[in-house]
């Protein structure tokens, strides 16, 4: 952030192209997007996650798990797509279609190479003490 930054001579102390980099992405239909962000990429999962009965319980942690990916892609389209947009809201079917291809891609390679690995350490001498410890 700029206001964090110590400033040298030649910038002052607000960045005026981050302000209105940020400015942009609050126009058009824009803010909306932001504001999910803000309620559903923080505000949500913290409260979800916030009790001890739901911190052991697998749906709800899949839940909060797949609801902070989705808005991890919302986040970073919201940083990128006013850029392309001349200030209106514009959603393409590339914006979607891209993402699932490349996770498709990552999802393949990493399935490959989990049949190839083993997902428990072998001979590790403190292995069935930290099973003993997790069946508490």
């Known amino acids: 952030m700029a206001l964090l930054r110590v400033p040298d001579e030649n910038r002052t ?20 997007v932001g504001g999910a962000v803000l309620i559903f990429h923080f505000v949500v999962p913290f409260l979800l996650l916030l009790s001890r009965k739901a911190n052991r ?8 798990a ?12 919201w940083l990128v797509l006013p850029a ?3 200030g209106a809201f514009h ?24 049949t190839d690995r ?9 292995f069935e003490e930290a099973l003993a410890h997790g069946r508490e």
């Open 57 to 64: 319980d697998p749906k709800t942690l899949t839940l909060a």
């Open 91 to 114: 959603v393409s079917f590339m914006d979607f279609t891209l993402p699932i291809g490349l996770g498709g891609v990552w999802l393949f390679f990493f399935a490959r190479n989990l």
């Open 13 to 32: 102390l607000t960045d005026q192209s981050e302000i209105t980099s940020y400015l942009a992405r609050f126009r058009g239909g824009w803010g909306w």
């Open 84 to 86: 392309f947009s001349a």
């Open 118 to 126: 083993p997902l428990l350490p072998a001979n590790d001498p403190g």
């Open 66 to 77: 797949v609801l902070l990916v989705v808005m991890r892609f919302v986040d970073i389209s």
